[in-house]
């Protein structure tokens, strides 16, 4: 969302209305500053998600955030490579499908930086913080019987994954030509994944 909505105010060329459950909080403050609507809503909050929609062209989706332990739970994909964007990458990628409405309404675009194996993700993350990081190797099953809510959710995505879904890394560079490699945003962001 907030990547999305940035570019979007950046490009002055749209009106945004953000929906943020405590719109006093910095992020919400920052899109403010931008010329952003940033309005009370909570998903879990019927009555204030209808009111804070009155009037909005769409809303994007959003998945909440993980704790550091479940953010570094196994991924049951064996040797299918996945598709990954960093969130920072879906914004001008975004900004760039609204102005190009001829192109792409009724369309569904799979955006991609690049497709790779958990063990590529792996070894990528090995050099980059100069230690070992491996793939557990959990199968669907094992990993749908994990304890933390989403985990038959995220089995369930990650099923789907390794049918291979329609994802264009070509179109998406096409799209935001600056979109980082996993290797990129690991070079980027060496402080932050240090405490991995």
Sequence with gaps: GGSVARA????KKYEVRALARDVTQPNGQVLRDLGADVVKGDLNDKASVEASLKGAFMVTNFWDH????KEMAPLPMGDVPMDGIS??????VICSIFNLPEKFVGKI????AEAQTVQQHADALSKGLGKEV?????TLEAYEKLEFSAAKEMANMCHFYRMKPDCDSKLTHRLNPKVK??????????SALKGI
Excluded: C, T
């Design 8 to 11: 979007i105010l950046e490009s």
């Design 66 to 69: 993980f704790s550091k332990e």
């Design 87 to 92: 969130v920072a990458d879906v914004g001008e």
């Design 109 to 112: 675009v799979g955006l991609s």
């Design 134 to 138: 491996r793939d557990a190797e959990i």
């Design 181 to 190: 490699s996993f290797s990129q945003l690991i070079s980027k962001n060496q």
